[in-house]
């Protein structure tokens, strides 16, 4: 089983800040797609921003302009910087890594981010 470590998680007033990290396997991070979904209560897990090996980006458009994900090479892991928090973007977040080769997907064990007042 692929181990997927995030952390950065927490409580932020709204219009603040904060930076989810996850750290994976080299060998995975090296070849993957690798992103960041989320889940709030009630709601289905949605798609935040992935980035693709060769640095190549896709984001919700719902947190366009305020979140940027990217990748840490030599420490194999991935980053979603989140800006300008609203309390829409409460939700738990997940690491996320695809295979382009084989398709198998694995998930990290999930962070909250809580963005109130």
């Known amino acids: 089983q692929v181990q997927l470590v995030e952390s950065g998680g927490g409580l932020v007033q709204p219009g603040g800040s904060l930076r989810l990290s996850c750290a994976a396997p080299e060998i995975i991070f090296a070849e993957n797609t690798m992103g960041w979904y989320r889940q709030a209560p009630g709601k289905q897990r949605e798609l935040v921003a992935l980035?693709?090996?060769?640095?190549?980006?896709n984001y919700a458009d719902s947190v366009k302009r305020r979140f940027t994900i990217s990748r840490t090479n030599a420490k194999s892991t991935v980053h979603l910087q989140m800006n300008s928090l609203k309390s829409e973007d409460t939700a738990v977040y997940y690491c996320?890594?695809?295979?382009?080769?084989?398709?198998?997907?694995?998930w990290g064990q999930g962070t909250q981010v809580t963005v109130s007042s």
């Open positions: 996320y890594t695809r295979s382009p080769y084989t398709g198998n997907e694995h």
């Open positions: 980035i693709t090996r060769a640095g190549i980006t």
